[in-house]
Antibody
Framework: QVQLVESGGGVVQPGGSLRLSCAASGFTFSAYPMHWVRQAPGKGLEWVALFSYDGTVQDCADSVRGRFTISRDTAKNTFYLQMNSLRADDTAIYYC?????????????WGQGTLVTVSS | QSALTQPASVSGSPGQSITISCTGTSSDVGGYDYVSWYQQYPGKAPKLILYAVTKRPSGVSIRFSGSKSGNTASLTISGLQAEDEADYYCCSYAGSSSLFGGGTKLTVL
């Protein structure tokens, strides 16, 4: 069955960096677009980043562009979110999600999320 | 890019129908028929309940339906049940990026 397992969250100081991982199993990893979505404590969902199935499209939300980068390792079936210059408003649960249609926001499987706390 | 606009809360009694609106602009909701809806219980990951405005994934109840008019998409839940009490989010394609709504808390009275 499809599984997505995030890891790498934790507490980091403002200005610091973290790399989140999303380990995928149960499907052909390179055949699906993958996204990161975050949710600040008690708040709504916010789309963060996209990596298309063929890697030709990689995009981030304006709020993180220039600070966050996405990548994947198809040999490890793992999707990454490198987060630099972290700010307090980046504090959130970060979910990886599989999409099933090109660049469209149809997320059919989600991980359990990993909590990132940016605090001094 | 601003979040799509949803009512903060809606409520209804068991058996009734409710509708949650999701308003955007011509650059997102109004420009494409690429709207999805998610149900989220506290402490859980979201679950896809509608995509392409009106389509239901396999296993989602037919009580969930969607529509769109202009810049506003809507989710209707008919025959409300206690288990429908959750947060609901719309999401729209916005040209290589995606936009979520602010979320709506549904209370079943």
């Amino acid at each position: 069955q499809v599984q997505l397992v995030e890891s790498g969250g934790g507490v980091v100081q403002p200005g610091g960096s973290l790399r989140l991982s999303c380990a995928a199993s149960g499907f052909t990893f390179s055949a699906y677009p993958m996204h990161w979505v975050r949710q600040a404590p008690g708040k709504g969902l916010e789309w963060v980043a996209l990596f298309s199935y063929d890697g030709t499209v990689q995009d981030c939300a304006d709020s993180v562009r220039g600070r966050f980068t996405i990548s994947r390792d198809t040999a490890k079936n793992t999707f990454y979110l490198q987060m630099n210059s972290l700010r307090a408003d980046d504090t959130a649960i970060y979910y990886c999600a599989r999409a099933f249609d090109w660049l469209l926001p149809y997320f059919d499987y989600w991980g359990q999320g990993t909590l990132v706390t940016v605090s001094s | 890019q601003s979040a799509l606009t949803q009512p903060a809360s809606v409520s209804g009694s068991p058996g009734q129908s409710i509708t949650i609106s999701c308003t955007g602009t011509s650059s997102d909701v109004g420009g494409y028929d690429y709207v999805s809806w998610y149900q989220q219980y506290p402490g859980k990951a979201p679950k896809l309940i509608l995509y392409a405005v009106t389509k239901r994934p396999s296993g989602v109840s037919i009580r969930f339906s969607g529509s769109k008019s202009g810049n506003t998409a809507s989710l209707t839940i008919s025959g409300l049940q206690a288990e429908d009490e959750a947060d609901y989010y719309c999401c729209s394609y916005a040209g290589s990026s995606s936009l979520f709504g602010g979320g709506t808390k549904l209370t079943v009275l």
